[in-house]
């Protein structure tokens, strides 16, 4: 498995942006669809986005969709999540995840390495 660890998190206003990072080590990143996924307290692990391991093509939530950008460098070991016209529903621990199969959907199931989680808090 590949290891993953996020960064980026903090606090910010409605409206503000931020951008995650995650680092992968110990595998060939090349090698792992990449995704995003949050989480709260109130509700289950929620996809986010993924890209693809040669970074072509990206998949979003409809909630996230045009406000969010996944990218990734692979030189770099890194795949990043650009946070646009943050809301305060968008509050939740980000995490980072790697999957080193083939990817249906959305599901979490896909992935088998995940990052520790980085706090996003948006402020109303």
């Known amino acids: 498995q590949v290891q993953l660890v996020e960064s980026g998190g903090g606090l910010v206003q409605a409206g503000g942006s931020l951008r995650l990072s995650c680092v992968g080590s110990?595998?060939?990143?090349?090698?792992?669809?990449m995704g995003w996924f949050r989480q709260t307290p109130e509700k289950e692990r929620e996809f986010v986005a993924r890209?693809?391991?040669?970074?072509?093509?990206?998949y979003y939530a409809d909630s996230m969709e045009g406000r969010f950008t996944i990218s990734r460098d692979n030189a770099k070991n890194t795949v990043y999540l650009q946070m646009n016209s943050l809301k305060p529903e968008d509050t939740a621990v980000y995490y980072c995840?790697?999957?080193?199969?083939?990817?249906?959907?959305?599901?979490?199931?896909?992935?088998?390495?995940w990052g520790l989680g980085t706090q996003v808090t948006v402020s109303s």
């Open positions: 995840a790697a999957a080193g199969g083939l990817v249906y959907g959305p599901s979490s199931m896909y992935f088998d390495s």
């Open positions: 110990g595998r060939t990143f090349s090698n792992y669809v």
């Open positions: 890209i693809t391991r040669s970074g072509r093509t990206t």
